[in-house]
């Protein structure tokens, strides 16, 4: 196995065997170490951004590898699916990779219900917001799939906020976003929804902005 030498900017391999590489002015790729790692996979899907779920190996045990931050070549069953991106810059012990989208899992987000403004007693209005995220998986195996959404999240003391349903998931009150985490048995179907009004002053106009605190993997293929 060749050796392998880690600083804080960069890697060093010391090959063991000579290599050959033709003098014709190409690239040329050469093989420099092979490691076997225990992944576990889930599925991950962020509808209100992009209506596809992506596959993601969860890996531990790559500190010993002393990777840096940059592009990977992705292969999945012997087949080279795309680009994934190495971050290591993380407290956590798990590095995680995407694997692309996977047009087996179908997924869904409609607005089920806008009521606009309706004036409340006093000097108020209120806006209610309805909306339902579905998804089928249509493998023929179980999945694990994280669903995530957001709500909105005031930045004025007189806009008030107030989630009126989201399906059981959890809430993070400081970004707004909302997860879910369920297995699915091939053929089942998902669904949650996504409650929320807005009261605001009479003399204001709200906008219900999109927030980037969300974002899914990135994979480009």
Known sequence: MEEREAS???????????????????????????????????YVTVPKVELSAFLIAKITGWEKLNLIDGVANIYYKNTYIGESFINTRMIGDTLELSLGRDNQIVISRAKVEDKGATPLLGTKRNESFIYEIQGRNNKSIP?????????????ENDITV?????????????SGRIQWVRTLSPGDILKYRVAFSVKYPKNKTVHIRKSRTIRTPRFRH
Do not use: C, M, W, Y
């Open 162 to 174: 107030e989630v009126t349903d989201i399906s059981g998931a959890s809430l993070d009150a400081a």
């Open 8 to 42: 804080e900017l960069n890697t060093t391999f010391n090959l063991e065997q000579n290599r050959s590489v033709k003098s014709d002015g190409r690239p040329s790729n050469i093989s420099l170490t092979s490691e076997t790692l225990h992944a576990s996979f889930e």
């Open 143 to 155: 999945i694990v799939i994280k669903t995530q959404d957001q709500v909105p999240v005031s930045q």
